[in-house]
């Protein structure tokens, strides 16, 4: 047999963003655009981060937030001081300020090769980001010494429309609920949660598939996991067939048309059946295929914590970190650009930096959800499993002082979030990079709007 010789080189960070950026000067240029500083656009990228990129966590993404607003926020704490970036002047040295602020914009205005002295004004559908510094709502949750940045206000508009047919899919669409289940289903937020996390998505329908994905794998969570009917016994079982309507099953002939009418049995299978459907209408096969592989993430996830739960097990801290990782938000900031209208590239979704971007984002995320929902999961039946409680357990702390530790890894993990993202941006400022790592810092913080914000679900411990 001929020697087939050496496998081909996987693709750098800077190789990918310089193959997708020469790619898209070149169908400028086909199409008669004027393409400036083609040469100096199309060199290699340096493979670390260059003299004078941040090496520490800087104090907050900029997430579109006004002239003198705070970028980051510790409730409890002075208010972290404001640094105006200076305006960048070379490519070796890109400045992070600009770089996290980055193309926003949707059409071409978001997609400059060059840097800019101003973000790109908002889509005129857009309400005017407000003049005054923002700060959290009167009636929010505040956890002293949270880090955590305010967004503005979700449009109300949008708010409404999302949350009228958000309800009308679930009842009308898929009978996801029972009559009695109505209330817990609009205390859910549906509308406010997913403008507060996408607030540059072009249409409603845009925003209707983040939201259809994000009701659908909370019932899956609630029905088949935790309080409404869920259990650990036989859960593989279950998760595996409602993983076939978002990753189909191909068989023969003759069993394919019982697998198809099995995707009806359930609430659960029916939501992601009819939520997949709609996504992807909207989202490339590559898309697609990503949020498949997030979602078997997750569901493994919740495997790993059923299976602690059948034996009674309390898992080490870095056990139980390790499991939040698969089961984590992780999906929804995943699609932000599928949300958004453009594509983040395979080729540069798939590096390490990246991964480790939206790993960091959803383990932060997660331990919001720990923290906002601890006195919830303490008055359910049965024991669950939160940051909290484990290392209450582990390490032998009070109630109290192990939420506060868990405030601590979550303000760790936040910070590395911030600086991995600033990292990668100076590294590969490629528009489609500066706006997906932008809008997962706008999902990181709408993500926390919601839980702060939503009274009907969350309630704080009385430690202060």
Known sequence: MPDPGLSPLQSSLPGAAASFTARVLADAAAHGFAVPHIAAETQPLPTEAPAGAPTEAPAGIPTGLPAGAPAGMAVGAAAAPVVEPAPATTRSQPDPGWVLRGPSGLGTAGLSLVPRAEPPALPAEHPALPAEPLAAPADALII???????????????????????????????????????????????????????????????????????????????CYCEDLGGSPIGLGGRLLLAHTALDPLHSTAEYQPQWAESLHADAPRRAYRSAMEYFV???????????????????????AEAAWDETNHVPEVWEYLTMRQFNNFRPCPTITDTV????????????????????????????????????????????????????????????????????????????????????????????????????????????????QTNTYRYSLPDFW
């Open 144 to 222: 002293p010494g949270l880090y955590w940045h305010p967004v503005p206000e979700p449009d109300p508009v949008r708010m409404e429309e999302v949350s009228r047919r958000i309800k009308s899919w679930a009842l009308d669409e898929i009978q996801l609920y029972p009559e009695d289940w109505e209330g817990d289903f609009d205390g859910f937020r549906v509308g406010p949660y997913m403008v507060a996390c996408h607030p540059d998505a072009p249409s409603i329908e845009h925003l209707m598939v983040a939201a259809r994905l994000m009701v659908a794998e909370n019932a899956v969570d609630d």
């Open 281 to 303: 209408r909207l989202a490339t096969p590559s898309q697609a295929d990503r949020f498949r592989h997030d979602m078997a993430r997750l569901h493994m996830g919740y495997l």
């Open 340 to 451: 958004g209208g453009y594509e983040l590239p395979t080729d540069l979704h798939a590096q390490p930096a990246m991964q480790r971007v939206l790993a960091l984002a959803g383990n932060a995320s997660t331990i919001v959800n720990d923290l906002y929902s601890y006195t919830k999961e303490l008055a359910s039946p049965g024991r669950h499993m939160n940051l909290p409680v484990v290392l209450a357990d582990r390490e032998s702390l009070s109630e109290k002082d192990a939420y506060l530790k868990a405030v601590e890894v979550h303000n760790d993990l936040m910070r590395d979030f911030e600086a991995a993202s600033a990292e990668l941006a100076a590294a590969c400022p490629v528009p489609s990079v500066l706006r997906f790592l932008k809008g997962v810092a706008v999902w990181v913080d709408g993500n926390h709007y919601w839980h």
